[in-house]
């Protein structure tokens, strides 16, 4: 609790803390994490912007070398992001270093939520879910999981009623999700995945990257998905607006604003 989450969504994150579908919860996600972005010290001046700053770390003694560990991780994962990019670029008839500019994954706002789901079932009749249905908010998601079942995505979201399925873990593999923005950008070309996590009286843990373009970014339909016959079907918005209004309505008394 010492670590608990600031105003600039870093730190841990205890139970309930999170309401991904308020509408169908009754209490909130049954579960635990811990968020860390992108390491800005205090006296730059990007730590003025929402989803800029340092980050909360345990003492040393308490875990040592664990700073050093997630700092890697996050290096690496966004490398891997950037690849995934890649190849999106490319099946949407993108020059394949579309994303790798600066005001998108050049500088983004990515972000690793580590997460615990305690050893309690769901029941979704009730409303009690380990993570409530969303879809998640930024380009994509790589998500590392353990062994034991839990996650469910609905593959066609505007379906009634929603048909969903478990994805199975799959060790060495990270498991993907596209996110709304990419939705927004490639004008439903390409779908957000609709997901929640069902617990099985298992303990659960899985490791979160969530990859997010630069504050300024402006997601807008893009060129290549676009005709008379397919207008765009979303306004343009900034990447900063759209996360601020996201993580504002799924958060219990988050103030990313301050």
Not at 8 to 23: A, E
Not at 63 to 76: D, I, N, S
Request: charge should be negative.
């Amino acid at each position: 609790m010492k670590l608990l989450r600031n105003e600039k969504n870093r730190g841990y994150t205890p139970l309930f803390d999170q309401s991904l579908d308020p509408v169908n919860q009754i209490n909130g996600d049954y579960k635990e994490g811990f968020y860390i972005g992108i390491e800005v010290p205090e006296d730059d001046s990007d730590a003025e912007k929402p989803f800029y700053s340092p980050n909360l770390w345990p003492s040393v003694d308490i875990l040592p070398g664990w700073r050093e560990t997630m700092e890697k991780y996050h290096r690496e994962a966004l490398e891997v992001a950037r690849a995934v990019s890649r190849l999106i670029a490319l099946a949407l008839d993108l020059n394949s270093d579309f994303f790798d500019q600066y005001e998108m994954l050049g500088k983004p706002t990515a972000a690793i939520k580590l997460l615990y789901y305690q050893d309690r079932t769901s029941e979704p009749a009730n409303g009690i879910f380990g993570a409530g249905a969303h879809s998640d908010f930024g380009l994509i998601t790589l998500l590392a999981t353990d062994d034991n079942y839990g996650l469910q995505i609905c593959r066609d979201k505007d379906a009634k009623p929603r048909l969903w399925e478990y994805v199975p873990p799959l060790k060495g593999a990270f498991i993907v999700n596209l996110g709304d923005m990419l939705e927004r950008w490639s004008n439903c070309v390409f779908r957000s995945t609709l997901h929640r996590v069902l617990g099985n009286g298992q303990e659960r843990y899985s490791i979160a990257f969530f990859v997010e373009p630069n504050h300024d970014c402006i997601i807008e339909c893009l060129p290549t998905c676009q005709s008379e016959e397919n207008p765009p079907k979303f306004t343009p918005i900034k990447s900063q607006d759209y996360l601020l209004r996201r993580y504002s309505d799924t958060h219990v008394n988050l103030n990313l604003y301050k």
